[in-house]
């Protein structure tokens, strides 16, 4: 699977992944190496295709769980308010995407994470009182 910089993800899943929900020895999928390399636009193509971005790897991490340790404050708002994904899913270890971003001190994700979830809240909220 895709876990170098030197590749694009884009030129792996064109020429190496006949199934994007295939996943490699550590349970990684297309998904995963998308989020962990920042590649929005994969996730949105992947997302649009009917692909769940709630899979976890081999360590239990879910897509969310690499955009938010990768620091990448517009696929977390995606995932959240467009994919609609498990906002706190929690890996092997107990860790939620929040742990990882506040451990590493991401300001910007947790309030864009904070404002994705309380806006997931008021749309449901709203849906049940119609």
């Known amino acids: 699977m895709l ?8 030129h792996w899943l064109g020429t190496t992944v006949r199934d994007v929900t295939s996943q490699d020895v550590d349970g ?8 962990q390399f920042q590649q929005g636009k994969v996730l949105a193509l992947l997302h649009y295709h009917g692909v769940s971005l709630n899979e976890p790897d081999g360590k239990g991490r879910t897509v969310l ?6 620091g990448d404050v517009a696929i977390t708002q995606f995932l959240l308010q467009v ?5 706190l899913p929690l890996d092997f270890e107990q860790r939620s995407p929040v742990h990882f971003a506040a451990a590493k001190g991401l300001i910007a994700v947790l309030k864009a994470y904070v404002r994705a979830v309380k806006l997931v809240r008021e749309h449901a909220h709203a849906a049940l009182a119609r």
């Open 3 to 10: 876990k170098s910089a030197n590749s694009s993800p884009l």
């Open 28 to 35: 990684f999928q297309p998904a995963h190496a998308a989020a």
């Open 65 to 70: 769980h690499w955009a938010v340790f990768r």
């Open 83 to 87: 994919a609609h994904v498990d906002p």
